[in-house]
């Protein structure tokens, strides 16, 4: 059992499990429908994305951003939030994920750190 972090859209790896959309939109163009079969996301989880304020700094200050988007999920409800994910991670598969092409460069990649510091089993 264990958490992958994935880019929204692609295909599906085996036993990949509900997929969470960690985005503050869903995808443009798109029904909602069709979102599950497009390979976006089963389940809309637009509480683990950055601030709209945070995606725009993203691409000046990479740096500024990681530490910028910690704190904002050192607030209570991301901060429990990251803890439920860590605790179903122990006993199922599923994933979360970003649109973003580059993961280095995206917030999924602070969201992995997140998720193994509280204990996430990640694949």
């Known amino acids: ?3 992958r972090i994935v880019r929204l859209g692609s295909p599906r790896a085996a036993r990949e499990g509900l997929r969470l959309g960690t985005v503050r939109r869903p995808p443009r163009g798109v029904r ?3 979102y ?3 390979n976006y996301y089963d ?3 637009p509480d683990l994305a950055p601030s709209a304020k945070l995606v725009a700094q993203a691409q000046k200050n990479w740096e500024g951003f990681a530490k910028a988007y910690r704190r904002e ?3 209570p409800a991301a901060d429990r939030l990251l803890g439920l994910l860590a605790a179903m ?3 199922a598969d ?4 970003c649109y973003c092409e580059d993961e280095q460069r995206c917030h999924r990649s602070v ?4 998720l193994g510091e509280h204990g996430a089993r990640l694949a």
Request: aromatic fraction near 8%; hydrophobic fraction near 55%; charged fraction near 25%.
């Open 73 to 75: 999920m050192k607030l």
């Open 89 to 91: 991670s122990q006993h």
């Open 111 to 114: 969201l992995r750190e997140l």
């Open 94 to 97: 599923f994933s979360v994920g």
């Open 43 to 45: 389940l809309w989880l």
């Open 32 to 34: 909602k429908d069709d």
């Open 1 to 3: 059992m264990a958490i």
């Open 36 to 38: 599950a079969k497009l």
